[in-house]
T-cell receptor, first 113, second 112 residues
């Protein structure tokens, strides 16, 4: 019973490099999310997808792009990594409906040197 | 805009102590309220929720009551255990979309 799977778990990049964080869910959820978690800042929404083929900006979208490849997968891309993007990134999914709980992956710890 | 404010941590208690983590919110209308818990090295998971005023959510010995008059949703547990050590997040959803607004989290340490 995998739930939400994120890869990789850890990554170190140099400034200016690009990479894609992968997320997949096996719960047939329509809604998927990308957050970043920084000390003292809680969770901040980067991008959101209400369904396959749709994406919306969250609170902190600058420097990121997303792709909802299909219903299961939602990827986050850093085109040119910056030290300010050092963070722990979480993917989540939920059924549609504001009362529905979000299910989180275990996170990707990303360091930009 | 909508927001959630929760007490800053860390909170350190001895095992079997009573726990309260305060949470207040600002929102229009009647939001749904949640508490999530994050154990070390893991993602967040839903602890409990309440969807209307005076509702009480409960799970694993934790409780929180939706107080519309004080715009609060304080988390309580009568007797904490070392295994309750984690970060706790208060959150709300205002029914405009499927987004959830999280507080900044409160780190809880329970000493044996």
């Amino acid at each position: 019973n995998a739930g939400v799977t994120q890869t990789p778990k850890f990554q170190v990049l140099k400034t200016g490099q690009s990479m894609t964080l992968q997320c997949a869910q096996d719960m047939n959820h329509n809604s998927m999310y990308w957050y970043r978690q920084d000390p003292g800042m809680g969770l901040r929404l980067i991008y959101y997808s209400a369904s396959e083929g749709t994406t919306d900006k969250g609170e902190v979208p600058n420097g990121y792009n997303v792709s909802r490849l299909n219903k299961r997968e939602f990827s986050l891309r850093l085109e040119s990594a910056a030290p300010s993007q050092t963070s722990v990134y979480f993917c989540a999914s939920s059924e549609q409906g504001s009362d529905q709980p979000q299910h989180f992956g275990d996170g990707t710890r990303l360091s930009i040197l | 805009g909508d927001s959630v404010t929760q007490m800053e941590g860390p909170v350190t208690l001895s095992e079997e102590a009573f726990l309260t983590i305060n949470c207040t919110y600002t929102a229009t209308g009647y939001p749904s309220l949640f508490w999530y818990v994050q154990y070390p090295g893991e993602g967040l998971q839903l602890l409990l929720k309440a969807t209307k005023a005076d509702d009480k959510g409960s799970n694993k010995g934790f409780e929180a009551t939706y107080r519309k008059e004080t715009t609060s949703f304080h988390l309580e547990k009568g007797s904490v255990q070392v295994s309750d050590s984690a970060v706790y997040f208060c959150a709300l959803s205002n029914h405009r979309d499927d987004k959830i607004i999280f507080g900044k989290g409160t780190r809880l340490h329970i000493l044996p």
